[in-house]
């Protein structure tokens, strides 16, 4: 079924491409497609639905098309994920949404991450600079020390703690 509809909108995509040859959004999104047919067709089609839309958000994502990445994500999620596959896409998600600077949906999806596994050095250090962005210190501090604890020689949330702990007693 997956595949049927992958191959319907190929044929779609390449009509549109013999019409406007030179669009390159067309081109793109077939090119995307393509892609999405050779992996589901291929001797390694294990991929299930939700892994093969978290590979799709990550080429967005490499591209910096950073809302295409958050849909892929948002409908891997919505795809029954592993909890190991939904950490990854979570954390994805979370770094698309850094980069648009949506420092709440940053927080949001790091969250999700840190309930289902709560050692992620990875979602504590993204959450806490979303909670500096958005000037919530204290929560930064206490994500930045948490990293700390599970990894000593994270310099980036040492880095974090010093440069808050300044903040903090600028604000006294």
Known sequence: MLAKNY?????????????????????????????LIRNLTSTDATLSPSSIAKEEGT??????????????????????????????????????????????????????????????????????LAYESIEKYKLAIQDMRRTLEIDPSAHIASEAIARLDRILKMMV
């Open 7 to 35: 191959s319907e909108a190929e044929k779609a995509f390449s009509n549109g491409l013999r019409i406007e040859p030179n669009n390159e959004d067309l081109r793109r999104k077939h090119q995307t497609v393509t892609e």
């Open 59 to 128: 080429r967005h994502f490499k591209e910096s098309r950073y809302l295409e990445a958050i849909d892929c994500y948002s409908r891997a999620l919505h795809l029954n994920p592993t909890n190991e596959e939904k950490i990854a896409i979570l954390n994805n998600r979370g770094l698309c949404y850094k980069q648009l600077q949506n420092f709440s949906d940053v927080v949001a999806d790091c969250t999700a991450v840190l309930e289902l596994q709560p050692t992620n050095v990875k979602a504590l250090i993204r959450r806490g």
